[in-house]
Each structure stands twice: as structure tokens, then as C-alpha cells.
């Protein structure tokens, strides 16, 4: 069962960023806390989109992950280190969306996992849908990236946090 407890930080947190706050991104190459907080929403949504197609999913599939990928659940998460996406524009989220817009995108991940966390358990392992790092994962390995995925952005949360003059 998911406490959910990771993006109850995040929308608490969000409460408190001015809209110049949520917008600011502070050097070049790097992302505003409203455009970290967008990517983190997009994402879990992508993940849970595979998670509903591996439900969906009436071929079983024999491949597994990559070493990333077993290194990534052996560990139960991502390794502490800043991952750099290439600068392309699929890559870059908006940087114009409202606290309210980002803390709705909050809810509704977490409305979506709990109906997916009912169910993902009884889904066929061997549905699968495959990752471009981490090869071929099953519904309930694209159900967990979504915590990890939320608890490895919290480094760059209390970074961009610092950046703007908030701390919690």
C-alpha cells in the first residue's frame, strides 16, 4: 500500500511558492520549481499510462530489464546523482503553469495511483511494457517507478527551494 506520503510533501510545499517564486529558474540550463514540479506530474502520468497498458496487454512478454534497470529495484530507487536530459523541447517542461493548475496535477496522479494500487498486483507479470533505460518493465515495476521517480526529485526540490530563499 502507498502512504503517498512523498507527494503530500509536494503539495504542502506548493502551497507556499509566489507565482515569481514558482517561475524562477536561477542559471542557465536548469529548471524553475514549477517546471520540476510539471515533469514530475507529465512523468507519473506517462508511467501510469504504461501501467494501464500493461493491464491492457494480451501477449506476454519474456524480456526483462537492463542492468539499470535491475540496479534500479535492487536499490528501491534512483542513486543520488543529478541526471541531465538532453536540452530538447519534449525534455523542457512549461514554465507558465499556475500553483493551482500544478497542485490539481498533484491530486490527480494521486487519484490515479489509487485506483491503479488496487489492481496492480493481479496484473499478468509478464505484461509488459519496455522502458528506454530500463528495458521491459511489468505493471507493477511501472507502479513504483512513480514513488521513486517523486522521491529522487526531492534533492533537486530543496535545491531550486534554496534557490528562491524558502526552506521547510
Not at 502512504?3 to 504542502?12: A, L, M, R, S
Not at 512523468?43 to 491492457?56: D, G, K, M, P, T
Not at 537492463?66 to 536499490?75: I, S, V
Not at 513504483?144 to 533537486?156: A, K
Amino acid at each position: 500500500m502507498n502512504d503517498y506520503h512523498t507527494i503530500e510533501i509536494y503539495k504542502n510545499h506548493l502551497q507556499h511558492f509566489s507565482k515569481d517564486q514558482l517561475r524562477h529558474i536561477y542559471a542557465e540550463g536548469t529548471w524553475s520549481i514549477g517546471q520540476m514540479y510539471l515533469h514530475l506530474i507529465e512523468v507519473a502520468f506517462e508511467y501510469l499510462e504504461n501501467v494501464e497498458a500493461c493491464s491492457a496487454a494480451s501477449e506476454e512478454q519474456k524480456l526483462g530489464k537492463t542492468e539499470a534497470g535491475e540496479n534500479l529495484y535492487k536499490r528501491g530507487g534512483f542513486p543520488p546523482i543529478k541526471i541531465k536530459l538532453p536540452d530538447d523541447p519534449e525534455n523542457t517542461p512549461s514554465n507558465t503553469k499556475r500553483k493551482e493548475e500544478l497542485i490539481q496535477g498533484l491530486i490527480q496522479v494521486e487519484k490515479r495511483m489509487r485506483v491503479w494500487e488496487e489492481k496492480v498486483n493481479a496484473i499478468n507479470p509478464n505484461f509488459k511494457v519496455k522502458h528506454g533505460g530500463f528495458g521491459w518493465l511489468n505493471a507493477k515495476e511501472w507502479f513504483d517507478l512513480v514513488d521513486m521517480h517523486f522521491r529522487h526529485h526531492l534533492r533537486q526540490k530543496r535545491e531550486l527551494e534554496e534557490k528562491i530563499g524558502v526552506a521547510f
